[in-house]
């Protein structure tokens, strides 16, 4: 389960790879874990078009600032959502439109992308846990695919969250030899770059098509020191 991973640096790499603007300096750290902000895109939203009129084309996108961990719409008080979005940072691909959790984000095209750098997973092999970054082979941006949610609670207070996507690891190259020993090996949904906006946009059962294991030939991994 992915519970770490970097933000985008520098803030040109936004623009260049994602065609958003940087968030501000004080928005995200380059560390994120569950609970704390992070970043994602998604289209904005736009009112209906209006009969008989052209369609605009194709949305924009814009970045927000969101809580790394979903608190689903139901959940009835704050410290409820504090205690399960940190439970709720991955979103297995397979089960979203089912799974409470997840389903009205999945149905309700509520998608995202989570730009990163990197993300971190524990080597158990040595019989430790050894932090290990993995990051794209050439240095480029990661854009990991995710659903996000908008909570607001009886005295009005609004959470705006995000999780990642994940999909089964167990017969890829790379990200077999990751997490738990026994358990059942997960990677975040690595989308192609060409694919972003089709991603964004898609019908939510097209969207499955999306919901693949990224090539391990593009991938590396570097052990990452303990402070």
């Known amino acids: 389960m992915s519970t770490h991973f970097e933000s985008i640096h520098p803030d040109t790499l936004y623009r260049d790879a994602f065609d958003v603007d940087a968030p501000v300096a004080t928005a995200v750290g380059r560390d994120v874990w569950p609970r704390r902000p992070g970043v994602f895109i998604r289209n904005v939203a736009t009112a209906p078009p209006v009969e008989g009129e052209a369609p605009a084309g194709p949305p924009a996108r814009e970045l927000v600032v969101g809580q790394f961990g979903l608190v689903p719409p139901w959940v009835k008080s704050a410290s409820d959502a504090k205690l399960r979005s940190t439970k709720l940072v991955n979103a297995r691909s397979e089960t ?37 970054r993995i990051a794209r082979v050439d240095g480029k941006p990661m854009g990991v695919a995710g659903l996000w949610e908008r909570w607001t609670g009886a005295d009005g207070e609004v959470i705006v969250s995000f999780c990642l996507l994940t999909v089964n690891a167990n017969s890829h190259a790379l990200m077999h030899r990751y997490q738990q020993p026994g358990s059942e090996k997960r990677m ?16 939510p059962e097209k969207a499955r098509e999306f919901m693949r294991a990224y090539p391990a030939q593009a991938l590396t991994a570097n052990p990452v020191e303990k402070k």
């Open 96 to 132: 979203a439109s089912t799974s409470n959790n997840f389903r009205g984000a999945w149905l309700g095209a509520q998608r995202c992308i989570v730009p990163m750098m990197s993300f971190r997973e524990d080597d158990f092999r040595s019989g430790k846990a050894q932090p290990t």
């Open 188 to 203: 975040v949904a690595v989308l192609n770059e060409g694919s972003y906006g089709a991603w964004l946009n898609a019908h």
